[in-house]
C-alpha cells in the first residue's frame, strides 16, 4: 500500500492566482511559506528556516482560495505530492514538486468584510 498526503500550515507569499479553463474548471495556484525554528547543534544558536512550496487547487477549493486569501494570510492545507518535469529556456532539464490540494482550513480573517467566518 502506498500514501501521498501532505499537510501544511503556513502563510500566502502571494495573492492566490485564478484561471477558468475552455473546459469550465477554475484552477488556482499560489505559494506557501513554512516556517521553522531550531538551535544550531553546534553553535547553539536559534536558527529560522524558510521553504516555499508551490500549490494549486482545483474547482470549488480554487475558487474559495481566491475569494478568502490574499498574500499574508495563514491557512492549512491538505494535499498530495505531484511532479512537474520541463525543460527551461537553456534547455536544461528541471522538476518542481507541487502540492494539489485537496481540502484547506482558514486561519486568519478571510479578505472579504462580509466573511461567512469567524475571526
Do not use: H
Not at 4 to 14: A, E, P, S, Y
Not at 55 to 67: D, G, S, Y
Amino acid at each position: 500500500m502506498y500514501l501521498n498526503k501532505v499537510l501544511m500550515i503556513g502563510n500566502l507569499t502571494r495573492d492566490p492566482e485564478l484561471k477558468q479553463l475552455d473546459s469550465g474548471s477554475s484552477v488556482v495556484s499560489f505559494s506557501l511559506a513554512l516556517n521553522r525554528k531550531y538551535k544550531d547543534s553546534k553553535t547553539e544558536e536559534q536558527r529560522e528556516e524558510t521553504v516555499f512550496i508551490g500549490c494549486v487547487a482545483w474547482n470549488k477549493t480554487a475558487e474559495l482560495i481566491n475569494e478568502y486569501l490574499q498574500k499574508g494570510s495563514g491557512c492549512l492545507v491538505e494535499g498530495r505530492l505531484t511532479q512537474e518535469t520541463y525543460e527551461d529556456k537553456e534547455g536544461k532539464k528541471v522538476s518542481k514538486t507541487k502540492v494539489i490540494v485537496n481540502n484547506v482550513q482558514f486561519l486568519t480573517k478571510p479578505k472579504t468584510e462580509e466573511s461567512p467566518f469567524p475571526e
